[in-house]
């Protein structure tokens, strides 16, 4: 294994593409000396964007693409059909051993079908779920399905929670972090069907710390740092993090709006509650990685900055240098 | 059909019964002259805290029973066992046609139980949801089903957008409520396998106002007025808006106390903001109803105040003026 970690990058998903990505590509490369990257990406516009840097040029190679995958199109016929855009082109690198990890803030859906069919699966792997870290009162917690797969199955969920605790100790460092059920009670018997055939496996499991269920008023609290739940729950969690923040956030200044004793305070407190939201509402890990595939594929929000794309490059080396692909791996011979 | 509306209380539901509750009841009274009340529970105790009040006696009865149901008991058996607890009767008084509608704090559990087993069914409904109220950017929107029946067949969710939709127009006043379905993506065939078949039935439906799929991140931005669900995902973005809530206030909170700057404006700011946040986070029906039932049944929080009993009252008042429930019957009359 060389000392290199080789991360593909979509230069053209998301919105600030392909600006910020390339920024954040160059600003990596300062970051850890064993970093390379591979932009792909229509050539003309990386190198354009390129040459505002002042770079190693050993570091990064500029793979050219003619094709992108718009936000809109139907994930599965863009993967088949586009086989020049940038994310099949970084993904198959992966796939050919080219790159260790992709990252890229294109379209969720193309990602995620991309990542389940051109890099694959680990064998013995039934499904790769999305995990990204959702901000708590105590840091941060990993949700794990977050929307990749619907419908999911028992055996699923019991992976996830082994594969959630593998990334929350060793990417993020949490010691023997707990796992928790998303559940509507705290007792045992509660649950639909999907979590009552879970529980049982997850609370035989030695390989991870189950606590039990959590219910979701806990989950901002911080009460358990992997959080395991199907997709479709999961997206529901993950996106009303989002729309409520954005909401509470729209209240609050409507109630310092109120009264000119207000108006003055809010002067007063603007600059302190900004850097406080802020605080909460990031990670230092950028996008959400898709586990359990050949390679680390990490899907960052579509309106990344290059800070996001830098962090999420830096979660690539996190990623490899702890082996994370090999410890899944042993976890999933045992169940064999 | 009598003027009067005859409304069972379980005084001895929740973590300030009987005090709040009898009080409640109380002042309901003076909200409108067709409310009449039954205050179920242990007879010495509700009468020591009628005895601090000045209100019409023919319109309040106190009917004694000897049985709690504790909030940690299993649901199931505390309804069969506890012939003689407050809930019970109470529930029993609707069922024998001796009040219109019931009101508790007490268990969530065991009034969902009771609601479904002892109150009972109207002829054709399936299940009967729990459908509160949540706050959004533009008012309210009816989360339903938000607890109820775990493991939901399209069949139950197609009633649910239909009784959602009445509750909606006749008891909160929104004229023609916009109907829509949570989703993982707003396109038409995303979606775990409940939803993809709940989808068609919907948007074939004439009875409603169907405007598709909704995103959990558009949900507090009101985007819809009836937002229809199964009870497992209902729960969490329920306990979600919950928890959620806390954690922003707490952060904001955190936040005004990082300098003397903002400790200052955080002094200024104080009323208006904790004003802002409480006319959010309340609505003016206390508590969330169990549709489809053979009368009405609602839920309040287990730390009720006597305004939120009042409310709750107040609300199956205008759920037997507007003829709910016939409204109920005949809709469901046109499916057969």
């Not at 979509?10 to 954040?24: L, S």
């Not at 499991?205 to 395991?228: L, M, N, Q, T, Y």
């Not at 004793?261 to 990685?289: D, V």
């Not at 830098?310 to 082996?323: H, P, W």
């Amino acid at each position: 294994m060389s000392e290199k970690v080789i991360v593909a990058v979509d230069a053209m998903g998301g919105d600030n593409a392909p600006q910020e990505i390339v920024k954040g590509a160059v600003e990596s490369l300062q970051k850890n000396s064993k970093i390379y990257i591979k932009l792909v990406g229509k050539e003309a516009s990386v190198q354009a964007e390129l040459a505002k840097y002042d770079y190693d040029r050993e570091r990064i190679e500029v793979i050219n693409t003619s094709e992108i995958i718009e936000t809109g199109e139907p994930p599965v016929e863009a993967i088949r059909k586009k086989k020049d855009s940038s994310l099949v082109v970084a993904m198959r690198l992966v796939k050919e051993g080219k790159a260790d990890a992709v990252v890229s803030a294109g379209s969720s859906g193309a990602i995620l079908v991309g990542g389940q069919t051109i890099v694959g699966r680990i064998k013995g792997i039934e499904r790769a779920p999305l995990a990204p870290l959702i901000p708590t009162a105590k840091g941060q917690s990993l949700l794990i399905d977050a929307g990749a797969n619907m419908d999911a199955k028992a055996s699923y969920l019991f992976q996830f929670a082994k594969m959630g605790s593998i990334y929350m100790e060793n990417v993020v460092g949490i010691k023997n972090p707990k796992v928790a059920i998303v559940n509507v009670g705290a007792e045992e018997e509660k649950g639909n069907a999907l979590v009552k055939e879970t529980y049982p496996l997850l609370k035989a499991c030695k390989d991870i710390h189950f606590i039990g269920s959590i219910e979701a008023r806990d989950i901002p609290k911080g009460d358990a740092d992997v959080i395991v739940c199907d997709a479709f729950v999961g997206n529901a969690i993950l996106k009303l993090y989002e729309g409520l923040g954005e909401v509470f956030l729209a209240k609050v200044k409507e109630g310092l709006m109120t009264s000119l004793r207000s108006k003055i305070g809010a002067l007063l407190i603007k600059p302190a509650l900004k850097q406080t939201m802020k605080s909460f509402m990031s990670n230092e890990y950028g996008g959400a990685p898709l586990l359990g595939l050949n390679g680390l594929v990490v899907k960052t929000h579509g309106n990344s900055k290059s800070g996001d794309i830098c962090k999420s490059i830096g979660q690539c080396l996190a990623f490899r240098e702890q082996k994370i692909n090999d410890k899944i791996k042993e976890k999933i011979k045992n169940e064999a």
